[in-house]
Structures are given as structure tokens and as C-alpha cells.
């Protein structure tokens, strides 16, 4: 039989010896002990310990694990550091009570365990509420990212509208945007040199800063005038658009003959009646602007032949044409349907003395 490697037997004295075939052994004795179950121990139920994780125990002990293990590296780097001095010292003043290079720091170094253990407790604790505010301030941030990153594009969007408004109302009210030209349009009887010469007192203004009632009060003096819009081109043009009054006829006066309209308002006066204009009888305003509504009805052709117009009321407006005939109008109302049924009269029966639109659907002549 082979030996495995390595295996030594052992020694002669340490061999264990067998007994003896020859040699009379003792006698022994068989004694059978029978247990009955009322003698059986009762079974223990056996309850498996639950261990639960304390994290902040658990960083409490491994900061305080860390802060033991530097104050180790600390004390043994201070012993070195004596045990280094003490040799230099010993060998420099040739002390003779000590052995040379053999130090005592025992004593010195020796610390103050329960003073060592508060500490390191103390310190453990302290390092486990700076994780655990560090941990919270994390979560902190986790959990309002969202609300911060709305909060941050509102404050975006907000001061990006506001630098907008203040570059536009710096320009707006700047010298760049001052009033330097004024364009007049649908004028023809009021001169236009004489609405800028009016309004030149606005010049070099900013246009949002023109004084538009001073506006209005220049140019309602003018009676020519009837209403007007202004709008501003920029960066420094100021239109104004004008409706001139429209004069209906001329009225007879002590001193001549006055142009007005439909309003009553003075356009112009002359000695002599002017010239493609009928002659006004209406002793009211309602009569005046009765007549304003016919008159203005009428055709470019049927205008210029008018002689003129008579009314006392509002219902009973008589036009008098050029030549001779006259014309019942009646009523203001309808004046355009009327003043078509009157043109075609005047073509189908253009001898007729008078004609009668009163009732546009049933007209007559004769």
C-alpha cells in the first residue's frame, strides 16, 4: 500500500495499542434505560431572530469606525514622531539611565478610553445627521425639480416680456419716433398747407405723445372740415384724413347768397349765387336736412340741371328743375329709389310739366 504524500506516521509511544486476544478483559455490563414519553423534554419551538437595518445606526458606527481608525493613524504617527525625538535627545545628552533609543510613551500615549468612546460616539452622531440632511436635501431637490423648473421658465418667459416692453416703449418715446412730417388726404377746398401750418406746433413730438386734443381743437375751427381720423406711421410721419363738408345750395341772405350743408353750416358766402347750386327755401332745420337727403340722393346729371328745392316739413320736399318742369318728391324717405324712378320718367316722358314720385311704386307725369 502507497502512502499519501506528506503523511507521517506516528510515533511507537503515541500509537494506540489494541488489546490482546490473550489478555482477559473485564466484564461489562448491559443496562437498557427505557424512557416513556412523560419523561420526554417538551419540544421548543424555535423563533428566528429578525434583524432590521438601522441606517442611521449603521452610518453612525461607520463614521465612528472611520473617525477611530484617523485617530489611530494620528496617535501612532505622534508616537513615532516622539519615540524619534526621545532617541535624538538620549543619543545628544548621553543619558545614562536609559538604555540608548529606548523610549517610555507608554504612559504619555496611553489614552482615556471612556473620554475616547464619548467622542467617537459623539462624533459618529454628528456625521449621521450631516448624511441624513445631506439624504433629505437630496430628496428635497428630487421631488420639486419640477416646480422649480416651471418657477424658472415663468421667470424666463416674465423677463424676456419685460426687457421687450421697455425696448419698445424706450424707442417708442424716443427723439428716433418724433413727428416730422404731416400728410393730408381728401382735401379740396381746404387748403392742406393750412392744416400743417396748424398743426405745427407738434412737430419733434414722439408720436405717442402727440396731444391729439389739441389736435381736434385746430382743426374743428375749420368749417370746411366735417370729421377727420388721424393715423401714425412711424418713425416719424403723422396722416391725417379729412371728410369735407358737402354743400347741398345756397341760401339767400341780405348780403348775398351762403353756401351751406345739410347741417346748416356756412361753407362760403358771395354777393352772386354760386354757380351749380340750387336755391334753398327751408325755413327749419328738419326742412334743411330733409332737402340735405334728397339733394344727395340725386344723380350727377339730375344735380347739376336742379334750380331748386323747397320743403316745410320733412314730408312735402318739391324740387324745381332747370327748364321748367317740377318734381313732388314727398317724403326724405326712399330718396334713392325715388331718384331712379324720376330718371326714368325723365326718359319716357321728357316734355312733361310735372312729375310725381311721392309713391316710387305708382309714379305719374303730366
Same mark, same amino acid.
Given at each position: 500500500?502507497?502512502?499519501?504524500?506528506?503523511?507521517?506516521?506516528?510515533?511507537?509511544?503515541?500509537?494506540?495499542?489494541?488489546?490482546?486476544?490473550?489478555?482477559?478483559?473485564?466484564?461489562?455490563?448491559?443496562?437498557?434505560?427505557?424512557?416513556?414519553?412523560?419523561?420526554?423534554?417538551?419540544?421548543?419551538?424555535?423563533?428566528?431572530?429578525?434583524?432590521?437595518?438601522?441606517?442611521?445606526?449603521?452610518?453612525?458606527?461607520?463614521?465612528?469606525?472611520?473617525?477611530?481608525?484617523?485617530?489611530?493613524?494620528?496617535?501612532?504617527?505622534?508616537?513615532?514622531?516622539?519615540?524619534?525625538?526621545?532617541?535624538?535627545?538620549?543619543?545628544?545628552?548621553?543619558?545614562?539611565?536609559?538604555?540608548?533609543?529606548?523610549?517610555?510613551?507608554?504612559?504619555?500615549?496611553?489614552?482615556?478610553?471612556?473620554?475616547?468612546?464619548?467622542?467617537?460616539?459623539?462624533?459618529?452622531?454628528?456625521?449621521?445627521?450631516?448624511?441624513?440632511?445631506?439624504?433629505?436635501?437630496?430628496?428635497?431637490?428630487?421631488?420639486?425639480?419640477?416646480?422649480?423648473?416651471?418657477?424658472?421658465?415663468?421667470?424666463?418667459?416674465?423677463?424676456?416680456?419685460?426687457?421687450?416692453?421697455?425696448?419698445?416703449?424706450?424707442?417708442?418715446?424716443?427723439?428716433?419716433?418724433?413727428?416730422?412730417?404731416?400728410?393730408?388726404?381728401?382735401?379740396?377746398?381746404?387748403?392742406?398747407?393750412?392744416?400743417?401750418?396748424?398743426?405745427?406746433?407738434?412737430?419733434?413730438?414722439?408720436?405717442?405723445?402727440?396731444?391729439?386734443?389739441?389736435?381736434?381743437?385746430?382743426?374743428?375751427?375749420?368749417?370746411?372740415?366735417?370729421?377727420?381720423?388721424?393715423?401714425?406711421?412711424?418713425?416719424?410721419?403723422?396722416?391725417?384724413?379729412?371728410?369735407?363738408?358737402?354743400?347741398?345750395?345756397?341760401?339767400?341772405?341780405?348780403?348775398?347768397?351762403?353756401?351751406?350743408?345739410?347741417?346748416? $353750416?356756412?361753407?362760403?358766402?358771395?354777393?352772386?349765387?354760386?354757380?351749380?347750386?340750387?336755391?334753398?327755401?327751408?325755413?327749419?332745420?328738419?326742412?334743411?336736412?330733409?332737402?340735405?337727403?334728397?339733394?344727395?340722393?340725386?344723380?350727377?346729371?339730375?344735380?347739376?340741371?336742379?334750380?331748386?328745392?323747397?320743403?316745410?316739413?320733412?314730408?312735402?320736399?318739391?324740387?324745381?328743375?332747370?327748364?321748367?318742369?317740377?318734381?313732388?318728391?314727398?317724403?326724405?324717405?326712399?330718396?334713392?329709389?325715388?331718384?331712379?324712378?324720376?330718371?326714368?320718367?325723365?326718359?319716357?316722358?321728357?316734355?312733361?310739366?310735372?312729375?310725381?314720385?311721392?309713391?316710387?311704386?305708382?309714379? $305719374?307725369?303730366?
Amino acid at each position: 500500500m502507497k502512502r499519501p504524500q506528506g503523511f507521517e506516521p506516528p510515533p511507537a509511544s503515541k500509537r494506540p495499542t489494541q488489546p490482546r486476544a490473550d489478555t482477559p478483559q473485564p466484564p461489562t455490563t448491559s443496562r437498557t434505560t427505557t424512557t416513556t414519553d412523560a419523561a420526554l423534554p417538551a419540544p421548543v419551538e424555535v423563533v428566528m431572530p429578525v434583524i432590521l437595518f438601522d441606517r442611521e445606526a449603521a452610518e453612525a458606527a461607520a463614521a465612528a469606525e472611520a473617525a477611530e481608525a484617523e485617530r489611530r493613524a494620528a496617535r501612532k504617527k505622534r508616537g513615532s514622531r516622539s519615540a524619534k525625538g526621545a532617541s535624538t535627545a538620549a543619543s545628544v545628552g548621553g543619558s545614562s539611565d536609559a538604555p540608548s533609543g529606548s523610549t517610555d510613551t507608554s504612559a504619555a500615549n496611553a489614552p482615556d478610553e471612556p473620554a475616547r468612546s464619548a467622542w467617537a460616539t459623539a462624533a459618529g452622531i454628528r456625521a449621521a445627521k450631516r448624511d441624513r440632511k445631506r439624504y433629505e436635501r437630496a430628496e428635497v431637490r428630487r421631488f420639486t425639480a419640477a416646480s422649480r423648473r416651471r418657477r424658472r421658465t415663468w421667470l424666463i418667459s416674465g423677463g424676456a416680456l419685460l426687457a421687450m416692453v421697455l425696448v419698445v416703449a424706450g424707442t417708442a418715446f424716443s427723439p428716433m419716433m418724433a413727428l416730422r412730417v404731416v400728410t393730408v388726404e381728401g382735401a379740396e377746398r381746404v387748403a392742406p398747407t393750412q392744416i400743417v401750418t396748424a398743426l405745427s406746433d407738434q412737430l419733434g413730438t414722439p408720436l405717442p405723445l402727440i396731444d391729439l386734443a389739441a389736435v381736434r381743437e385746430k382743426l374743428s375751427g375749420m368749417t370746411l372740415i366735417q370729421s377727420y381720423s388721424t393715423e401714425s406711421h412711424p418713425p416719424d410721419t403723422l396722416v391725417i384724413r379729412i371728410v369735407e363738408r358737402d354743400p347741398i345750395g345756397a341760401r339767400a341772405t341780405d348780403a348775398g347768397f351762403d353756401l351751406v350743408d345739410s347741417a346748416g $353750416v356756412v361753407i362760403s358766402s358771395s354777393p352772386e349765387r354760386p354757380a351749380g347750386y340750387p336755391l334753398l327755401d327751408t325755413p327749419t332745420p328738419t326742412a334743411l336736412a330733409a332737402a340735405g337727403e334728397v339733394v344727395r340722393a340725386l344723380p350727377a346729371e339730375l344735380r347739376a340741371s336742379l334750380d331748386s328745392v323747397t320743403a316745410g316739413t320733412r314730408d312735402d320736399v318739391t324740387l324745381q328743375l332747370a327748364g321748367g318742369p317740377s318734381v313732388v318728391w314727398g317724403s326724405a324717405d326712399d330718396s334713392v329709389i325715388k331718384a331712379t324712378v324720376l330718371a326714368r320718367l325723365l326718359a319716357v316722358a321728357p316734355g312733361a310739366a310735372n312729375y310725381d314720385v311721392s309713391s316710387p311704386s305708382s309714379p $305719374v307725369y303730366s
